[in-house]
């Protein structure tokens, strides 16, 4: 079975506060692989999760995508949040995703 998930959302800065309507959160304990794209060309991720939520970027990853908080705005963290996977805006600005999952369990 193809357990597959998609989402457009429009995410706000999070100011690196993560507040309601900044972030992204998978459901909790799947793993998969996803692939997000953003903005108008900003930037895109391919990523592999685990059912601890633990994220692996892949190859195919722009270069303003991590795993973790960045000094500064102008990017994108897809991470492990607890037992699941958070993507969060640090764009500077709202942002349209477009959010690809398939989960393998």
Do not use: P
């Amino acid at each position: 079975m193809n357990r597959k998930y998609f989402s457009q959302v429009s995410l706000t800065d999070s100011n690196e506060s993560e507040g309601a309507g900044s972030y992204f959160d998978l459901v909790s304990g799947k793993s998969g692989f996803g692939i997000v794209n953003f903005g108008n060309g900003v930037g895109y991720a391919f990523f592999d999760f685990t059912t601890a939520g633990v994220v692996t970027l892949t190859a195919l990853v722009s270069a303003n995508v991590f795993t973790s908080l960045q000094t500064g705005t102008n990017h994108v963290i897809i991470k492990q949040n607890g037992t699941n996977v958070r993507i969060v805006n640090e764009l500077g600005a709202t942002t349209v995703f477009s959010i690809d999952i398939r989960y393998t369990n």
